[in-house]
């Protein structure tokens, strides 16, 4: 079964800081996978994925995210936090036996403080 | 620009209400999904849409019916609703081909009393 966990409830980190968001999935073959943003009272918006090719990935507002098939880790990542990055954060991995399903994490809340 | 939009965006309902959840996409995508978003549990897939005229069960689909007679739109049914099924609803679509991101609407807030 396809599955991805993102073990930490709430990350603060202060302004200006590196802040890292952690996913780990579980996948059959090879995985697809994706990080979304969710702003309060919006719905989710796609910042990066990773299909195959290089491990560093870069997407939308500066955040890029590290693939690391070893550790089955896909780690959100950024080296500069600003407190407008305060959101809710969502690892997500797209069935590659099945397209047409994503199987969400439960999401981190991110908290960049001042 | 319009992209992904859900009506209604709050609604209250009693039990045993019914109520339509109404989804329409402008970007001509093949699938479409309906979601639930619970505190700690990210999202859900309740239905999802491969085409027009075409609909499959997601993980929780008990309570729901939806129908895609138009490729645009997408449409979430609850016949009785129940407390259970107080939650945030979520549409989104994607092309069919490749491996490509959903887009979401902004969401329906619906309780059921």
């Known amino acids: 079964a396809q599955s991805v966990a993102q073990p930490e409830d709430q990350v603060n980190v202060a302004e200006g800081n590196p802040l890292t968001v952690k996913c780990t999935y579980s996948?059959?073959?090879?995985?697809?996978l994706f990080w979304y943003v969710q702003y309060p009272n919006r719905g989710l918006q796609f910042l990066l994925k990773?299909?195959?090719?290089?491990?560093l990935v870069k997407g939308s507002y500066g955040f890029e995210a590290e693939f690391n098939k070893s550790q089955t880790s896909f780690h959100l990542k950024k080296p500069s936090a600003l407190v407008s990055d305060s959101a809710l954060y969502f690892c997500a991995v797209r069935d590659i036996r099945n397209f047409n399903k994503f199987y969400f994490g439960s999401g981190t809340k991110l908290n960049v403080k001042p | 620009n319009a992209g992904v939009t859900q009506t209604p965006k709050f609604r209250v309902l009693k039990t045993g209400q019914s109520m339509t959840l109404l989804c329409a996409q402008d970007m001509n995508h093949e699938y479409m999904y309906w979601y639930r978003q619970d505190p700690g549990m990210g999202l859900r897939l309740i239905h999802y849409s491969v085409g027009e005229g075409t609909t499959a069960k997601g993980e929780v689909p008990d309570g729901y019916n939806v129908s895609r007679l138009k490729k645009q739109n997408f449409l979430l049914g609850l016949e009785s609703a129940a407390p259970s099924q107080t939650s945030v609803y979520f549409c989104?679509?994607?092309?069919?081909?490749?491996?490509?991101?959903?887009?979401f609407g902004d969401g329906t807030r619906l309780s059921i009393l």
């Open positions: 989104a679509s994607s092309h069919g081909q490749g491996v490509q991101p959903q887009h």
């Open positions: 990773y299909i195959t090719g290089d491990n």
């Open positions: 996948v059959s073959g090879n995985p697809y």
